[in-house]
C-alpha cells in the first residue's frame, strides 16, 4: 500500500494550461505539504496544510492554489502554466503532533512546453 | 532557523564505513536532528533521527556531540544501493513552538559509491 500517493507522475503540457495533481495519504496524518524540486536538485516548501487549513505559504506564485478537501487530500492546481514551472513536485505528510517525520510521495514530473 | 551546513559530495567504496558530518552551530535546545535521504527519481526517505549521544537503527547510526552544534551519520558497509543524497535537517516540531527547520532541506550531501 502506497502511503502517500500522487498523480499523475508525468506530466507534459503547453505553456499556458492550467493544470492539477492530486495528492492523497492513507496514514492518518494531520499535516500535508507541497514541496517543489528544480532542476539543480532543490528542494523547497510550497505549501503546507494542517487539518485542511494553510499553516505555510512560502513565496509562491498565486498561480499556484492547493485545495484541501479533507485532510487525507492536498491537490495541487497551477494556473498558465510557464516554463519556469517545470520540475518535479513531491506532496507529503506528516503527524504534526509528533516529531513531524515527513513522509513523501514518488513526485510528480512537471514539463512545461 | 537552526542553519545546517553539509559537504555538497563525498565519494566511497563499497564495503566502506561513510560519515556524514552535519554542522548546525545555532541549534535550539528544543531541536531535533533528523536525516533523510533521496534516490535520484524518488522522493526523500526519512532515515533516522535523533536529540543528542548516539542513535542506532537497521539502516544507520547518528552520532551527536554534547554540544549538538554537529551531527555525524554513519552508514556501516555502503554498497551501489546507498548511493544517494543525504539531506540533514534541524528543528522542533511548529505545534511545539518550534521552527519550521525540520521542514527545510537545504543542498544535502550527494554520496557517490563506486565499486
Known amino acids: 500500500d502506497t502511503a502517500v500517493s500522487q498523480t499523475p507522475k508525468y506530466l507534459v503540457t503547453q505553456m499556458g494550461n492550467d493544470k492539477s495533481i492530486k495528492c492523497e495519504q492513507n496514514?492518518?496524518?494531520?499535516?500535508m505539504y507541497w514541496y517543489k524540486q528544480d532542476s539543480k536538485k532543490f528542494l523547497k516548501i510550497m505549501f503546507s496544510?494542517?487539518?485542511?487549513?494553510?499553516?505555510i505559504n512560502e513565496t509562491v506564485p498565486n498561480r499556484f492554489s492547493p485545495k484541501s478537501p479533507d485532510k487525507a487530500h492536498l491537490n495541487l492546481h497551477i494556473n498558465s502554466l510557464e516554463l519556469g514551472d517545470s520540475a518535479v513536485y513531491f506532496c507529503?505528510?506528516?503527524?504534526?503532533?509528533?516529531?513531524?517525520?515527513?513522509?513523501f510521495g514518488e513526485g510528480s514530473w512537471l514539463t512545461v512546453v | 532557523l537552526a542553519k545546517t551546513t553539509q559537504p555538497i559530495s563525498m565519494d566511497s567504496y563499497e564495503g566502506q564505513e561513510v560519515n556524514i558530518t552535519c554542522s548546525h552551530n545555532?541549534?535550539?535546545?528544543?531541536?531535533?536532528i533528523t536525516w533523510y535521504q533521496q534516490f535520484p527519481s524518488q522522493g526523500p526517505r526519512f532515515i533516522i533521527q535523533?536529540?543528542?549521544t548516539k542513535v542506532t537503527n537497521e539502516v544507520a547510526s547518528l552520532f551527536i556531540p554534547a554540544d549538538r552544534k554537529s551531527s555525524t551519520l554513519s552508514l556501516p558497509r555502503v554498497s551501489l544501493s546507498d548511493t544517494a543524497v543525504y539531506y540533514c535537517?534541524?528543528?522542533?516540531?511548529?505545534?511545539?513552538?518550534?521552527?519550521?527547520?525540520?521542514?527545510?532541506f537545504g543542498k544535502g550531501t550527494k554520496l557517490s559509491v563506486k565499486p
Open positions: 507529503a505528510s506528516s503527524q504534526i503532533g509528533g516529531r513531524n517525520t515527513i513522509y
Open positions: 535523533g536529540y543528542k
Open positions: 496514514l492518518g496524518h494531520d499535516t
Open positions: 496544510y494542517n487539518n485542511k487549513e494553510l499553516i
Open positions: 545555532n541549534i535550539a535546545t528544543n531541536d531535533y
Open positions: 535537517l534541524v528543528g522542533d516540531n511548529p505545534v511545539n513552538g518550534g521552527s519550521q527547520g525540520n521542514l527545510i
